[in-house]
Structure formats: C-alpha cells, structure tokens
C-alpha cells in the first residue's frame, strides 16, 4: 500500500513505478504519456471514492528528515543500528549519535571515540555497541560510563591493528572478529585479543565476513572462496562459484552477491553452508545489506529495492533522489535512510492524510463538511469550498488587508451556509459559490462566534453581546451584553456563552454565571461543546479542559501530560463516549464514560508525526465517519475510529549527576551525606514520532511531571525514584526505569552518636567535676595543711606567750607558800608544775597527741590552777571505760583554752561558793565527744567583767582553737545554762572529735 499512496501523490516528490521490464521496452515518450494518463486515472478515482463514501483509509507514508539542525553531528549518514534498548545509534563522518525519537545525544573523541568517522557499527552476542572509525582502532560503548573504551581505557583494544581496510563480523558464540588486509585476524573476546597472524597466504584474498558455526570455529567468506578457520589455521577452504562482490551477514545466514545474482547460504552447526535462495536479478546488483526486516537491493543506477528476505522477491522502490548508503527498518514500520550529505531519512506510517491540493495547505480558522463540500475559512476573510476532486472555488469574503477579515465559523444550514466574520458575517449559497446576504451598516452584525440553534435560528456572539437571528425572517431576537469568545446550544435550547471572564447560560433572557461558584470557570473560554448524553465540554484557555453535568463540574482534565498541548482551540462530539481536543500541539481523541457518579477517560495523541500538517488544531468536525480537521499548516482527514497501536515506552537512565560530577551508572548509590544533590537524565525510547510526557514517583510517592529530574538538599535517608513515560493513548508506561539512592545520616544526626555524644559529655562532666573536686580537696588539703601548720605555729607562739604570764602566776604562788612556809605545799606545787612545764614542752612538738596524755595534761593543768585559785573550785575528769586511751588521739592542747575559759570566766567569780568543772568523754559509732561543763556565772555576765588584756589574751587562745578544731573537722557546739530567771548558771562546750583522728 506504500507504494499506491506514492503513485497517487499524497507525499511530494514522488513518482510512479512501473514494472522494470514495462519500462525497458517502451520508449521514453510513451513511457510518460503511460504514466500521467494512469496517475490522473487512479487519482479521479481515489479522490471520488474519498469523497463520496468517506471510508477505506489506506495507510500512507511520509518522509521526516533529520539534519545537523536536528542535533545530528553530520549529514553525511554511513549507517544506522538499533540496540536492545531500542535507541537508534547513527554513525556520521563526524561523530556517533544515538537517537531515542526525541533528541540526539551526541558522541566523539571527547567521550572515547578513536576517531570522528565512524563508517561501520556493530551489535555483539552482548549487545554490546561497537564503533569502527576509518583507519582506526574500534573501540566499544560501556553502558554504565556512557562512553567507549578505546585503547587508553582498555589496552586490550591497542593490540588491533587494522590496515587499509578491514572486516568486522560480529559473533554468535561470543566476540568479535576483525580482519585487515595483512592477512591478520584479531578476535576480541572477554575482554581479551587474540591475534591470528598471516593465517593465509599472501597470494589468497583476506576474509570479508565470518560466521562461527561452533565456538572457536568459523566459516570465512572471501571474494573468491569459502574457508574453514579452526584453532587459528585454515582447515578446509572451498571456491566460490563466482566472485563475490558483497557479502551481508544475517545471523546463521549469509547473502552473497555474485553480479546480477544473489545467493542466501545457510551456515549448519557442520560447517557446510546450505542454499536456501538463489535469484538472479535484471541488472547488476552493486550493493546488498539487510535493513531489519528485509535485504536492500542498490542498481549500478542508484535505484533501491527491498528484497523480500525469504524469496528474494522485490517488494517495493524505495524512491528518493537523495543517494542511499544503508537502509533500516524498524519495529514501528518506519524506514531509515543514511544519505550523502542530505542527513537522515526517516519514512513512516501516515494515519492522518492531508488533502493535496496546494489551497488546502495554508493557515485554516474553521470548517465545515456537507455531503459534497469541504468548506474552510482563513485569517484573510477567503471562503475555499472544496469538492474533493479538482474543483475549489475561493469566495473573499472581506478586504484581506483588513485586520478583522478572520473567518470564525462556517455552519451548513438546510438552505444556506452562514459564515462568522469579523468582517461582517454573510450568508452563502449552499455551494459556497454566491452571498446571499451581507450584515453590514446598521446590521453589521460581525461576530466572532455562531452556533446553530435550529435550522431556522442561530445565536451570533461579538465582541459586546449575544443575539439570536432568524436567518428565515432576517430578524433579531433576543440579545445579552456580554464578550463572546465561544457558544454552545444544548439540546434544551439554553445557551452557554464562553468569554474572556468565564463562563455563562443564557436562559430566558437571564445571564447566569458558573466562576462565581467555581473558580476555575472564571478563566477565558475558548470552545464549548455538549456530548450527545448531556455532559458539557469546556475547553478554558488555560491549561485544562472542564466537564459539567448539570451545570456543575465533574472532572477537570489537565493538558500537557496525558493530553497534548497546553491550550484547548477545539472540540467535536458526535456520539456518546467520544470526543474529539485540538490543542496548540496537536490532536488528542479522549475516550471517556461517566456511571454512578464517576468519571473516567484516556486518550490517544496525534501529531505531525501521524500526518497531521500543522502542530496547531483549530477546528474539528465530523462527516460520514470520518474527521476533518483544520491546522495551521493546512486541512487532513482521518477515520473517526482510527486505531493506533500503543505499546510501552521504555524509559532507561541516561546520566546520573551527583553535585554536578557525572557518575559511573549504577542501580544504587551510597552517598555521604553532603552528597545530596542529584540530577538524573533520562529517555524515553519511541521511533514512531510521537513525543511522551514522563513523570516520576519518589518512595511510591504521587507521580510527578518532569522532562529531568533535579534533587537539591535531600535529607538524609533512602530514595527509591521511578521514572516512567506516558503512553500515546495517555496510560502510564509499564516499562518504568528505577534507581536508589541512600544518603547517609552525618555523624552528628545519628542518634547512635547522640547517645554516646551524651554518654561521652556525661562522663566527660563526671570526669572535670571529680578532677575539679579532686583539685579542690587537693588544694583544701594543701590550705588545711598549711593553715594546720600555721595554727602549730602561732599555738607554738602562744604558748611561747602563755607560758611567760603562767609561769609567772605560777612563781608568786610558789613564792607566797614560802613566804607562808607551807614548804610541803611548795614542794608539791612546784613538782606539778615542773611536770606542766615538761607536758607543755613535749605536746608543743605534736601536732596531734594521745587521749591519755591530753587527760594528764589537763588534770596537772588544773591542779596547778586549783591551787592558784585557792581551791575556789573542783574539777572532775571522766572518760568512759570503754575508750581506749592509749589508741585514741585528739590534737595537742585542744582542750586547754576551753578549760582554761571555763576558769576564768566562769567559776573564777564565783563568790558565795565553790565552782566545779567537769570533763566527761565518751564514744559514738565514729565520734569521741568531749564535755566542758561548768557552773560559772555565765558567758553574758562574764562578758560584762572582763579586763581588756584579758579579753585579747584569752579571745586569742580560743580563736585558735576553732581554727584548729574547723581543720581537723572537729564539731564545736557552745550551750548557755540559765535559771527559770534567764540569768546566767555556766556554760556547755561540746567537741565532736573523728575517731579516725591519727598522728
């Protein structure tokens, strides 16, 4: 069917093909008389059968070309292969390109080409890409770099040497084998070279292609024999019947071309080759290549064939000027030409077919459809009606200089067609031929806008008000201010104006509004449309195409994901579950159905890929099955239940960027936590010419819009991202690609390291407190040391003041007994008081003493004071019999100064009767208490009484002995006796002594 739509002339350019042996017998006049009598002939009847029945839609084709300006490298195309993603790899004289149906990415020496003509490609049993420049090393494409190993990567590839020319076959078992004019042969595999050096003689021709038919054994097709190639010797060779000019490789199989003959061998697991096909063609075949589905067949004359690749049987012509080197086919039914310096050709399936005629390939606002027209409006104020064969009639309907000559509206009625101008609307004949009726001055009712109500009445918009026309009577009816920008009639008569601020109905003269309850019906309506089970269609100017039921919304579909586009210009419905969207990029049939209360739809796109003649929909209408709609770049038609097959597209990752350096791809990474910004770069592979939309899911989270995905400051965790690409028919694509991303917490988020960071700062508190605890003790035990010394020495002092006014006390009593001559009180006062002397004397050079000697010290103490005082007070000693004296220490004269004050200022002023003192000791768990009891006057009283030296003698002795008794962390507590009357009867010193207490 290609081949009749070429001959009928629905694609520029081309020309019918007559049998070859036709055309070699005739002459060339009548040759061409033939043939433009059979191409009108066939056209006539095409056109006719188009229409008048509106059916039997051929599929046609249409030639796309890509150029430098396309992003190609080069348009000098060598060859093209499609690897098992499905990209498109396209080798040039300057570079490799690798095409996913959207954009070329391109690759040189940059990113590890040996050289920038690349005039060979080849696809391993790895499916591994392999890219051969002219006179240079191959080299190979690793997916994961997304760059090729060349012989500083990989110094394996620097082991083959190629000479002025070389072969490159790709292996079944594994590999792949080159050969060079210098009779060697390297083969690649595993990552290892082989080399096979001289395995020919320099007399044979060397190998063009080589087929392993068993690991490490291999069939070599030369130009003049067939040769058994095992363990790197030739172990059988055989003749070729005739020189084999081209030889083409296609799995198990070979082509050879011997002349004008061509025979396809079957290579068995044996090793012999088997012929399965042997033709001989009418002319000399000078070049012969597989394309993917079929073998291409090149002429000495540059004519192309595709060869039917079980029978050898021409199929078609490929027909183009431009110069052929290699043609591919692939999966989608598109046809890849390499041309010489004219880029790449991509011949595909048409669905959509433009109308031929050169008036029907402009600009068009609107159009209409009757059973014998095909009526159209431009932006110039031309009607052009069209009757399908070779009669178009154009109609200026306005000055075409004018401004506002802009056709909105054509609407066929039963008599008459009425046309929306903003020029000023008419009224034709119903062959578009003639003007009926003109609105002009007082009725210069331009409109901008027309729907039908019935076939007498129509409801005209301006750019102020709506009014309704009997077309009948030439009569106005009703009216309502308001900008119209699009109408609607339902099936109840009411009408729905579309304007610049939104949306109304217009019901019985009243005007209601929708935006005010709906903020999205508030936007500017471009088109309006009711199905026919009562749904309203509202095409917004903004982004998205709204649904109502009963003047209240239902579904609002969004553009530019499912749907093409991102503007609605127009609508069509004609049958329940069906509706037809232009867009400013394309045309989308939305397939939909509303049951208990729920709205559902998907929707097919069509763009300029499928035929359509400009990227911009401005109108759609409907006739006999069959859809006509009007673009920017001219009129096509299409079935109304085309079918187009969707399959999935693929999506795969390109590139992964991680703080703007490229990284080796991977299914996961493992980040440091600074390592959070991200940015992927993805493709989603569809040949066929249409453009998806793709979105993205990150931890089965909402999917996303996206064309790259960029992710800055990403919170340390786990991210699973999905990228998957939206379908023709607007389903999300099966075939999603996938990658991990793990961001490490940092040490100081970890909650592991906070809670040993609390552990490690608690300890580390523990630690200065007891270090500043221990410094503090060590310094308290230094300063108590200290203090303790000087306490020693100023008690040294004081004793060294003391013993002067004692000593002296001591020698006037001493001296007034004798005096008296009481020699035997003499003798013993003054034995006691030698013994004091000699106690003073040796407890002054001790810190910290005995119980036993303080008690003796005390009692001589006390016996020399009694006999000073003339007896004027007793004393008694008590020490509890369980303390052991002897093991028991206390400091040096600690207890003196207050024995001392309790004599001098409490039982000294005594004068009605004797004092007594008693001195009492006892244990505790860890304590020895002492008691200084007296029964003095009291401490008030004898504050009163003392003489100011001996206030600063004694108030010295007892300072000292708190400071001592504060640094050997003695308890000191001072209890004041009193009569029911509050005076004063003695005084209570209680001294709490540790027992650990040692010297």
């Given at each position: 069917m290609r081949g009749f739509f070429l001959f009928l002339g629905f694609l520029p350019g081309t020309r019918l093909v007559l049998p070859h042996q036709v055309c070699k017998s005739l002459p060339r006049r009548v040759k061409a008389r033939i043939l433009l009598m059979q191409s009108k002939l066939l056209y006539i009847i095409c056109m006719l059968h188009f229409a008048i029945f509106g059916k039997g839609f051929a599929q046609s084709t249409q030639a796309v070309t890509y150029t430098t300006k396309d992003g190609l490298p080069s348009n000098n195309i060598y060859l093209t292969r499609i690897d098992k993603k499905?990209?498109?790899?396209?080798?040039?004289?300057?570079?490799?390109a690798r095409f996913d149906g959207k954009r070329f990415k391109v690759f040189t020496t940059a990113q590890g080409l040996t050289d920038n003509e690349i005039v060979d490609l080849h696809i391993d049993s790895n499916n591994v890409i392999w890219a051969i420049p002219f006179l240079h090393t191959p080299c190979y494409f690793n997916e994961k770099k997304q760059r090729f190993e060349n012989p500083d990567t990989d110094p394996e590839l620097g082991k083959i040497i190629v000479g002025n020319t070389n072969s490159v076959s790709a292996l079944r078992f594994g590999g792949i084998l080159f050969g060079t004019n210098t009779r060697n042969a390297y083969l690649y595999r595993n990552g290892k070279t082989t080399l096979y050096q001289e395995y020919i003689g320099k007399r044979l021709s060397a190998f063009r292609k080589a087929v392993d038919y068993q690991p490490d054994k291999y069939l070599l097709f030369s130009d003049d024999s067939i040769r058994r190639f095992e363990e790197g010797k030739i172990s059988a060779s055989f003749a070729a019947p005739k020189t084999l000019s081209s030889i083409t490789l296609l799995y198990d199989r070979v082509a050879a071309v011997m002349n004008d003959e061509v025979m396809v061998m079957r290579v068995a697991g044996d090793g012999i080759p088997q012929v399965l096909h042997q033709k001989k063609f009418s002319f000399p075949v000078t070049f012969f290549s597989f394309t993917g589905k079929h073998f291409m067949v090149v002429t000495h004359t540059g004519s192309k064939y595709l060869v039917d690749t079980a029978t050898l049987e021409i199929r078609e012509e490929l027909v183009n000027s431009n110069t052929v080197r290699s043609v591919l086919e692939d999966n989608n039914g598109n046809t890849w030409l390499c041309t010489v310096n004219s880029g790449l050709i991509k011949i595909q399936p048409k669905n959509i077919k433009p109308f031929f005629p050169a008036e029907l390939a402009a600009t068009f606002n609107t159009l209409a459809k009757t059973s014998q027209l095909l009526i159209s409006g431009n932006n110039s104020g031309e009607l052009i009606s069209y009757d399908g064969l070779f009669h178009i009639n154009k109609v200026q309907l306005s000055d075409a200089k004018k401004l506002d000559g802009t056709i909105r509206k054509i609407i066929p009625l039963p008599e008459a067609i009425f046309v929306s101008c903003q020029g000023g609307s008419v009224l034709m004949n119903k062959s578009g031929t003639k003007i009926l009726r003109r609105f002009e001055r007082s009725r210069n009712n331009a409109s901008k806008m027309a729907a039908k109500i019935n076939d007498s009445m129509i409801c005209m918009g301006s750019h102020a008000m709506a009014y309704k026309y009997n077309y009948y009577r030439n009569t106005y009816t009703d009216s309502v201010l308001k900008r119209v920008s699009a109408l609607c009639v339902d099936k109840d008569g009411d009408i729905y104006i579309g304007s610049t601020d939104g949306i109304y109905k217009w019901t019985?003269?009243?005007?209601?509004t929708f935006g005010q309850r709906h903020k999205a019906l508030s936007y500017r309506t471009n088109t309006i449309i009711q199905s026919p089970e009562g749904l309203v269609w509202v095409g917004l100017g903004t982004d998205t195409l709204v649904v109502m039921q009963q003047d209240n919304p239902i579904a609002f579909i969004p553009l530019g994901r499912a749907i093409i586009g991102s503007m609605c210009k127009a609508l069509y419905c004609d049958k329940p579950g069906q509706v037809w969207l232009g867009t400013n990029k394309g045309l989308n049939k939305i397939n939909y159905s509303f049951a208990d209360n729920t709205f559902t739809y998907s929707s097919t796109a069509f763009g300029m890929a499928d035929g359509l003649p400009g990227e911009q929909v401005n109108d759609i209408t409907g006739f006999n099955d069959t859809m006509y709609v009007a673009t920017q770049g001219g009129l096509c038609f299409l079935p109304e239940n085309l079918r187009v097959d969707t399959k999935d597209i693929p999506s795969f990752i390109n590139s992964v960027?991680?703080?703007g350096t490229d990284r080796v791809l991977e299914p996961s990474y493992e980040l440091n936590y600074d390592e959070n910004n991200i940015s992927i770069d993805f493709s989603g592979i569809d040949l066929s010419g249409f453009i998806p939309h793709f979105e993205y899911s990150i931890n089965n989270g909402s999917w996303l819009p996206t064309e790259r995905i960029e992710l800055s400051r990403l919170a340390p965790g786990s991210y699973n991202i999905r990228i998957r690409a939206i379908n023709r028919d607007s389903t999300p694509s099966a075939r999603e690609a996938r990658i991990d991303f793990y961001i490490r917490t940092p040490f100081w988020k970890n909650s592991l390291f906070w809670l040993l960071a609390t552990f490690l700062c608690f300890g580390a508190i523990i630690y200065f407190l007891q270090k500043r605890s221990r410094e503090k003790q060590r310094l308290a035990l230094a300063r108590s040391e200290t203090e303790r010394k000087l306490a020693q020495l100023e008690m040294q002092a004081l004793m060294a003041q003391i013993n002067p006014h004692f000593v002296f006390n001591c020698l006037n009593s001493i001296k007034g007994l004798v005096y008296d001559k009481a020699y035997k009180q003499a003798d013993s006062y003054l034995d006691k008081f030698a013994d004091l002397l000699r106690s003073t004397m040796d407890n002054a050079e001790?810190?910290?003493?005995?119980?036993?000697?303080?008690?003796?010290?005390?009692?001589?103490?006390?016996?020399?004071?009694?006999?000073?005082?003339?007896?004027?007070?007793?004393?008694v000693i008590n020490a509890?019999?369980?303390?052991?004296?002897?093991?028991?220490?206390?400091p040096a004269m600690l207890l003196q100064p207050y024995v001392e004050n309790a004599i001098r200022h409490g039982v000294r002023y005594l004068d009605s009767r004797k004092g007594n003192i008693t001195i009492s000791a006892h244990t505790t768990k860890d304590t020895l208490v002492f008691t200084i009891e007296d029964d003095g006057i009291g401490r008030a009283k004898a504050q009163a009484l003392k003489s100011s030296r001996h206030m600063e003698y004694q108030s010295r002795g007892m300072l000292l002995s708190k400071r001592r008794a504060e640094l050997y962390q003695i308890g000191q507590q001072v209890i004041d006796k009193t009569d029911e009357t509050g005076n004063g009867t003695g005084t209570i010193i209680v001294l709490q002594i540790p027992l650990s207490l040692k010297p």
């Open positions: 499905g990209f498109l790899w396209i080798a040039t004289d300057n570079g490799l019985a003269n009243h005007l209601q960027s991680i703080n001790a810190s910290v003493i005995t119980l036993e000697k303080e008690i003796n010290y005390l009692d001589t103490y006390l016996q020399l004071e009694k006999l000073r005082f003339d007896n004027t007070f007793d004393y509890n019999a369980a303390i052991d004296a002897r093991s028991c220490y206390v």
